[in-house]
């Protein structure tokens, strides 16, 4: 794949502003000067035809000169800088998720768990070379041993495998900074961790080269999210630069399924690109992928699958000590772990270490009893049921303890666990529904919330009277034509479509046909450098506007405001895939739609209004205090027309209104967060997720949860 798209440098970038800038305002001023000093009705037409040679003088040469500045957008020069820039985020991030998952400060080393590869008699599928045998502590060394770098990672729930390859990804980044050094334009990969559920397979399509396209379209879309812009990643991911490390390929489809979007994926990524395979990590349980590879004929091919084995009672040991350490006693592990310590040697088969050997038991262990206070010697005392049980229930009672809401109160774990209970359900809910089983979006809570309908009711009549209100009073008190101006917009709100009425707008707001369907699941953010090259722009077209007395001259220049205003809304926005903490995504998508929409309102308003105003008026009337409030109620209904019509509108009343249940707290999003950073959530892109999948079935009440046999198949 050749490509040829080129990228915004900040050279090209002011050439390009200065030169639109110079061309409007010259094209502007010369026509009000040229209308000035002609007569007749043929004087727009005669400024009209003077007027463009005028700006084309003032604007062209620096617009040229910026536009054709722009780099390509594969230059060695291009991929190695923003490769530099990729693996620091990288790095970063998935330095804080490994230490999240771990439970751990500082730098977090997690327990040197081995693996092996399967027996050849449960190979179904082409090898790609490597040891027998290998641990975590020499993984980035075995996976250079691969022959085209493709591993899959196997095990049981809770084995291990997401920290397995968070280890591996965090070693190759490693290495990649070092042999990118500034200046070096070295070819390197960039491994890339991605959240297989979050691929949206294409149900309708079988041709494994489009839904390849479709997954490649899909990974140029994560890398943005780690800054990276579009036309760069589309070079760094033809040219190989990208090792994608795939986390969950069990998690795409429901147990109790054939995995049609796993096998889809599989299909893609076994289409061939170029002389080999592509070069990618995959997880997934064992079980599933025996189940695709016997039942489907579908796995990974010319790859290599290494299975996780449990921790033995000494690597146990010697994490705890690493964890909890105490040069003074033996061991060098803390007195309190003394007596684990005697049970896990004394029986390596036993129910203590076969719970313990557990990379997620292991973590829940460590996370109860990590105040020096705790006594964990009483694990010894409980049969294997029990353990299990105990590790789960106290998990909420100890990260309350540990982890302050603020700096005087915590939270009460069962308030903790409850709401807990609520987001676990409510995933699996949306699971029966067709959605994912693993992925939250906040502000789609209100769907299986048991106020739903009082949800999508609210909102309509919210809507229809504050439109049918201002409609009355612009049509002088007609509640007739007030009604037919509020009807089809409370009906749009109540079911959360793009009404007929409304399919011209969809075509101006780009995004606004998608419906409320990914409302909750798009996340976008202000380009602040658009919004200060607009606004000094609209204040110069504002102040040759308001100065003019004839309506002629008005309506030319407002034509061409308003269609700078429209090239302006289109592109203030840039989407954003990946956020920081959760409470983003409840609070991001509110203030981004009413700074940019109120933005343009504001704009519109002060147009028409000066617009209108023809004689004896001062030129700034508009921007008056006075004159800005009557424009409010405006502001509102052109708002809520908005937000009906790209589907938002339930969202942000769910958002907005606080909780009065006790299934969410009033401030969900100080909970999200907290609950990130205390480690019961991780954050996948745009969507939150459990930390293992195990824990969220363990919140999910019987009334939601899988039946017992897709249960036992999913162990």
């Not at 049970?343 to 009893?369: D, V």
């Not at 479509?497 to 202000?526: C, M, N, Q, W």
């Not at 203030?591 to 519109?604: A, E, N, Q, V, W």
């Amino acid at each position: 794949m050749v490509v040829r798209g080129r990228i915004w440098s900040a050279r090209s970038a002011l050439g390009v502003g200065v030169g639109i800038t110079a061309l409007l305002v010259g094209l502007a001023a010369s026509t009000v000067w040229l209308l000035d000093r002609t007569d007749g009705d043929d004087g727009a037409g005669i400024a009209n035809v003077l007027a463009l040679p005028v700006a084309v003088l003032f604007g062209l040469p620096s617009l040229v000169w910026g536009w054709r500045a722009r780099p390509r957008a594969d230059e060695p020069a291009v991929l190695a800088r923003e490769a530099r820039k990729l693996l620091d985020v990288v790095t970063t991030d998935e330095t804080r998720t490994l230490a999240k998952l771990l439970g751990d400060t500082g730098y977090a080393r997690p327990a040197d768990i081995g693996f092996t590869q399967p027996k050849a008699a449960q190979v179904t599928w082409r090898g790609d070379g490597g040891a027998t045998t290998g641990s975590l502590s020499t993984i980035a060394d075995y996976y250079d041993t691969l022959d085209l770098g493709r591993l899959v990672v196997l095990g049981a729930p809770g084995a291990g495998k997401t920290v397995l390859v968070l280890q591996l990804l965090r070693d190759l980044a490693i290495r990649a900074q070092r042999a990118l050094e500034p200046g070096s334009r070295t070819k390197v990969r960039i491994p890339v961790r991605l959240s297989l559920p979050s691929f949206v397979v294409p149900s309708t399509v079988v041709d494994p080269a489009r839904i390849r396209t479709a997954f490649d379209d899909w990974m140029v879309t994560q890398l943005t999210t780690r800054g990276v812009r579009k036309a760069t990643a589309h070079a760094l991911l033809a040219h190989g630069w990208i090792l994608p490390v795939l986390d969950g390929l069990d998690e795409m489809d429901p147990d109790d399924s054939n995995a049609p979007r796993a096998r889809r994926t599989l299909a893609a990524l076994n289409d061939p690109v170029g002389p080999a395979p592509r070069p990618v990590v995959l997880t997934c349980r064992t079980q599933r992928y025996d189940q695709l590879a016997r039942n489907t004929g579908t796995a990974l091919q010319d790859a290599t699958a290494v299975t996780l084995q449990p921790l033995d009672a000494e690597q146990v040991i010697a994490w705890l000590a690493y964890r909890f350490p105490d040069p003074t006693q033996p061991d060098g592990l803390q007195r309190r772990w003394r007596r684990v310590a005697t049970i896990l040697r004394r029986h390596p088969r036993g129910r203590l270490a076969t719970c313990l050997t557990t990379p997620l038991h292991l973590y829940l262990a460590t996370a109860i009893y990590r105040g020096s206070d705790t006594k964990p010697g009483q694990l010894c005392e409980m049969d294997a049921d029990e353990l299990e049980q105990f590790l789960f229930d106290q998990l909420v009672p100890a990260l309350t303890s540990h982890h302050p809401r603020d700096k005087h109160t915590h939270y009460r774990p069962d308030d903790v666990r409850r709401w807990l209970n609520t987001l676990a359900d409510h995933l699996a809910v949306m699971a029966q529904r067709g959605r994912s089983s693993v992925e939250l979006y906040p502000l789609e809570l209100w769907r299986t919330n048991k106020h739903a309908q009082h949800t999508r009711h609210g909102t309509a009549v919210l809507s229809a009277g504050v439109i049918m209100l201002v409609a009355a009073l612009f049509f002088n008190e007609s509640l007739l034509t007030a009604a037919l101006v509020a009807i089809p917009i409370g009906w749009s709100a109540y079911h959360k479509d793009v009404p007929s009425t409304l399919s011209a707008y969809s075509k101006v707001f780009p995004g606004t046909a998608r419906g409320a369907a990914g409302a909750a699941h798009r996340l976008e953010r202000i380009d602040l450098r658009v919004l200060a090259i607009a606004v000094p722009v609209h204040a110069t077209l504002f102040f040759i506007y308001s100065g003019l007395t004839s309506l002629a001259e008005k309506l030319w220049l407002g034509a061409v405001f308003g269609g700078l205003h429209l090239l302006i809304l289109a592109v203030v926005s840039t989407p954003q895939h990946a956020v920081e903490r959760p409470s983003r995504t409840l609070r991001q998508p509110v203030l981004h739609d009413f700074t940019k929409y109120g933005f343009f309102f504001f704009f519109m308003y002060v147009n028409a209004r000066t617009l209108f105003h023809l004689e004896g008026t001062p030129s700034l009337e508009a921007l008056s205090p006075k004159s800005l409030l009557q424009g409010l109620p405006y502001y509102g209904v052109l708002m809520l027309i908005v937000l009906n019509a790209d589907g938002k509108s339930q969202h942000f009343v769910s958002a907005l209104r606080p909780s009065h249940s006790k299934h969410l707290p009033r401030r969900l999003g100080r909970f999200l967060d907290w609950a990130y950073h205390a480690g019961l959530l991780r954050m996948s892109g745009t969507a939150i997720q459990f930390r293992h999948q195990d824990l969220q079935t363990h919140f999910t009440t019987p009334r939601t949860r899988p039946t017992d046999q897709h249960e036992h198949a999913r162990r």
